[in-house]
Antibody, heavy 119, light 111 residues
Framework: QLQLLESGPGLVKSSETLSLTCTVS??????????WAWIRQPPGKGLEWIAS???????FYNPSLKSRVTLSVDTSKNQFSLKLTSVTASDTAVYYC???????????WGQGTLVTVSS | QSALAQPPSASGSPGQSVTISCTGT?????????VSWYQQYPGKGPKLLIY???QRPSGVPDRFSGSKSGNTASLTVSGLQAEDEANYYC???????????FGGGTKLTVL
């Protein structure tokens, strides 16, 4: 059974960089035609796609976040990571990593991790 | 990146059917058959209900069905049950420029 687990600091100071890692078990991020993704949800609000990665090297970013986001991959650890720079309070959210069954259809989700940006 | 348009709320009585709409553009919803729907309870992660407009993952009851006409996709919940009270989100593939777009969400209340 595929499992995803987010990890990283739960508190980040304003203007600093948010860093999260998604560790995948029960499947490989280096195989299959899947775009592994980061998605976030501010408290009480809707879902927002951040970025997606395919093992071929293709990476897609949300245009509204692209200037601040970097997605990287460590295939040896079966992990993919998110860095979001210059964070503000509006970046406070539950951050999920996920894998789709097909484009935009995310079947597998991590438990989510709350990241709070403090001033 | 503009969110897909969903009504903020919907409601129905037990046993009734309710339909939630998700409106995009010809560049996303209307351009591809990659619309998905999710159910999310407060404090929980999203659960995939529908993908590729009409397909249900294993284990999702057939009370949940999806459709699409033009730039608008719809989720229909038939035979409403109390447990269907949740937030529902749509998503669509939007091509290389807007790879994934989510709707703003609809809170479904079972009266």
């Amino acid at each position: 059974q595929l499992q995803l687990l987010e990890s990283g600091p739960g508190l980040v100071k304003s203007s600093e960089t948010l860093s999260l890692t998604c560790t995948v078990s029960g499947g490989s991020i280096s195989s299959g035609n899947y775009y592994w993704a980061w998605i976030r949800q501010p408290p009480g609000k809707g879902l927002e796609w951040i970025a997606s990665y395919h093992y071929s090297g293709n990476i897609f970013y949300n245009p509204s976040l692209k200037s601040r986001v970097t997605l990287s991959v460590d295939t040896s650890k079966n992990q993919f990571s998110l860095k979001l720079t210059s964070v503000t309070a509006s970046d406070t959210a539950v951050y999920y990593c996920a894998r789709p069954i097909v484009a935009a259809g995310f079947e597998y989700w991590g438990q989510g991790t709350l990241v709070t940006v403090s001033s | 990146q503009s969110a897909l348009a969903q009504p903020p709320s919907a409601s129905g009585s037990p046993g009734q059917s309710v339909t939630i709409s998700c409106t995009g553009t010809s560049s996303d919803v209307g351009g591809y058959n990659y619309v998905s729907w999710y159910q999310q309870y407060p404090g929980k992660g999203p659960k995939l209900l529908i993908y590729e407009v009409t397909q249900r993952p294993s284990g999702v009851p057939d009370r949940f069905s999806g459709s699409k006409s033009g730039n608008t996709a719809s989720l229909t919940v038939s035979g409403l049950q109390a447990e269907d009270e949740a937030n529902y989100y749509c998503s669509s593939y939007g091509g290389n420029n807007n790879f994934v777009i989510f709707g703003g969400g609809t809170k479904l209340t079972v009266l």
